[in-house]
């Protein structure tokens, strides 16, 4: 394949065109995600990490995020595929990069603010124990979780809106189904909360996956989503 061919193929964020790697390699990711979390689910991290404090967990969650975008840009090469290309969008100028962020400030208020609230309303949702051990306590924990929440933008984005979304609706024929299925996939892969917030997390996952298909691109999510974990353990941080 020529290089122009290869640009021509490009995918774009939530189409469902082709896929983007083997039903192999999909497979192999998604026991990754789930994988981590049944552990999650079954092991008390912050109780597993006391002694050492919060450091370790965060660097061992930055190094599985990371480990796992490095698979799949390895998988998109084999195709010829750059990851940016599965990023979609492109920061040309400041305004561009300032207007993805208003988009996912305002995605992050209307959705991860008002409708999550609303929803935990309604269900009851309540905030796990293990999810406020996992807060930062110290100013070295805040900055470090400041970059896993970093980490999370991008990697999660581009795992779970990025390549499973595009995975997915190639492999039902289906930009729908590809959102559904990654959604859930996403809030299966945060067992450590409970089933009440995984519902909501998959739930959030949808919104997410519609917002990436309506830009074509990662970049307005990804600032939405690092944005809302950097002020989450912020709050935990202050209320300490």
Known sequence: MSSDKALSAAPNPGSSNSSVASNWYTAIVLCLMLGLSVLGAHVNLPGAFAAQGHVPMYLLVIFFEWVTVAFISWGLHRRRIRLSDLVGGSWAGPLHFLRDLG?????????????????????????????????????????????????????????????????????????????????????????????????????????FGLFAHWR???????????????????????MR
């Open 103 to 207: 988009l996912g400030v305002a995605f992050l208020i209307v959705f991860g603010i008002v409708g999550l609230q609303v929803l935990s309303s309604l269900l009851n949702v309540t905030e796990p124990e293990v999810l406020r051990e996992m807060m930062p306590k110290t100013w070295p924990e805040m900055i470090l979780w400041v970059l896993m929440a970093l980490t999370a933008g991008f990697c999660e984005e581009v795992i779970f809106r990025g390549f499973l979304q595009r995975q997915f609706s190639a492999l039902t024929r289906s930009m729908v189904g590809g959102i559904v299925l990654q959604a859930i996939v996403f809030g299966l892969s945060h067992g450590y909360q409970g089933w009440k917030l995984m519902s909501l997390i998959s739930t959030y996952g949808v919104c």
């Open 216 to 238: 074509r691109s990662l970049r307005p999510g990804m600032l939405a989503h690092a944005l809302q974990d950097t002020l989450g353990g912020l709050a935990g941080f202050l």
